[in-house]
């Protein structure tokens, strides 16, 4: 058992979608629960994937080929995770802020979110204030991430912090932002929860809210 785990955690941090698809059907056929396929064999490979991009051994293409690998075996361990009634960590709206067309870096956040066990519920670009405040209510999130990649539009943070305050949803959510021109201080500054740097540092802020 603890071979096949080895085995998917491995294909997921080198980034190989077919051997991790390959490694999570054996051990889905091994009779290995879905929690322990996702957490044991997933997760840790994803978290120590962050660890590495961290220390400077990765890269983005090497995170984004490791996420894509974990999402090969996602396809396969959803069903079973439902059927199991195994429960998310916490659900988290993601999205590129309003006039900002930037995903690439808002994705890899979502993904490492999801490599942390998180339901990611992503609007994709250019997302208006309403739209944020409707996917919390509508999915009942525990946190709201934006993404904005323009000086010109990382204004557009603080207006969904406001529309979150008006619909009495402010005190439920965490808010947490980034993207290149964001910093620690402008989110002080808007009053979001938190700010973070890069896609690992943002998936180990969101658990660290959930804990
Ligand atoms: Co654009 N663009 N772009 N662009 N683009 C930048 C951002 C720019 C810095 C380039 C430059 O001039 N040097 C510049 C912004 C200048 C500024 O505002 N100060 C710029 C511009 C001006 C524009 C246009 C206005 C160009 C034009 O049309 N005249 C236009 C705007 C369109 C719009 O959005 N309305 C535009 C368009 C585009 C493309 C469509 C061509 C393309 C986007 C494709 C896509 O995303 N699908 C594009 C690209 C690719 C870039 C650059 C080259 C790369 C961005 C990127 O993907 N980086 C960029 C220059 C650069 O950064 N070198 C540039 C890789 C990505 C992994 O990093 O997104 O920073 P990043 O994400 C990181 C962190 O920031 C963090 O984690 C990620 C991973 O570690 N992070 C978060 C991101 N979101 C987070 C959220 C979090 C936490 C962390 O919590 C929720």
Same mark, same amino acid.
């Given at each position: 058992?603890?071979?096949?785990?080895?085995?998917?955690?491995?294909?997921?941090?080198?980034?190989?979608?077919?051997?991790? +698809?390959?490694?999570?059907?054996?051990?889905?056929?091994?009779?290995?629960?879905?929690?322990?396929?996702?957490?044991?064999?997933?997760?840790?490979?994803?978290?120590?994937?962050?660890?590495?991009?961290?220390?400077?051994?990765?890269?983005?293409?090497?995170?984004?080929?490791?996420?894509?690998?974990?999402?090969?075996?996602?396809?396969?361990?959803?069903?079973?995770?439902?059927?199991?009634?195994?429960?998310?960590?916490?659900?988290?709206?993601?999205?590129?802020?309003?006039?900002?067309?930037?995903?690439?870096?808002?994705?890899?956040?979502?993904?490492?979110?999801?490599?942390?066990?998180?339901?990611?519920?992503?609007?994709?670009?250019?997302?208006?204030?309403?739209?944020?405040?409707?996917?919390?209510?509508?999915?009942?999130?525990?946190?709201?991430?934006?993404?904005?990649?323009?000086?010109?539009? +990382?204004?557009?943070?603080?207006?969904?912090?406001?529309?979150?305050?008006?619909?009495?949803?402010?005190?439920?959510?965490?808010? +947490?932002?980034?993207?290149?021109?964001?910093?620690?201080?402008?989110?002080?500054?808007?009053?979001?929860?938190? !700010?973070?740097?890069?896609?690992?540092?943002?998936?180990?802020?969101?658990?660290? !809210?959930?804990?």
């Amino acid at each position: 058992m603890e071979e096949i785990i080895q085995k998917i955690s491995e294909s997921v941090l080198e980034g190989d979608r077919e051997m991790a +698809m390959e490694a999570v059907q054996e051990a889905i056929d091994a009779k290995i629960p879905a929690e322990k396929i996702l957490k044991e064999g997933m997760m840790t490979a994803m978290s120590e994937a962050g660890k590495l991009f961290e220390e400077g051994e990765y890269f983005v293409p090497e995170l984004l080929v490791a996420a894509r690998a974990m999402q090969g075996g996602m396809e396969l361990l959803k069903p079973l995770l439902v059927a199991e009634d195994v429960e998310p960590v916490g659900k988290v709206v993601i999205g590129t802020v309003k006039g900002d067309l930037h995903d690439i870096g808002k994705n890899l956040v979502g993904m490492m979110l999801e490599g942390a066990g998180f339901e990611v519920i992503d609007l994709g670009t250019d997302v208006d204030a309403e739209k944020f405040v409707e996917a919390v209510k509508t999915n009942n999130a525990h946190m709201v991430g934006m993404s904005a990649l323009l000086t010109t539009t +990382m204004s557009n943070m603080p207006s969904t912090i406001e529309a979150l305050k008006q619909a009495g949803l402010r005190e439920s959510v965490k808010v +947490m932002v980034g993207g290149a021109p964001v910093t620690e201080s402008f989110a002080q500054q808007i009053g979001a929860d938190g !700010y973070a740097p890069d896609a690992s540092q943002a998936a180990k802020l969101a658990l660290s !809210y959930v804990s």
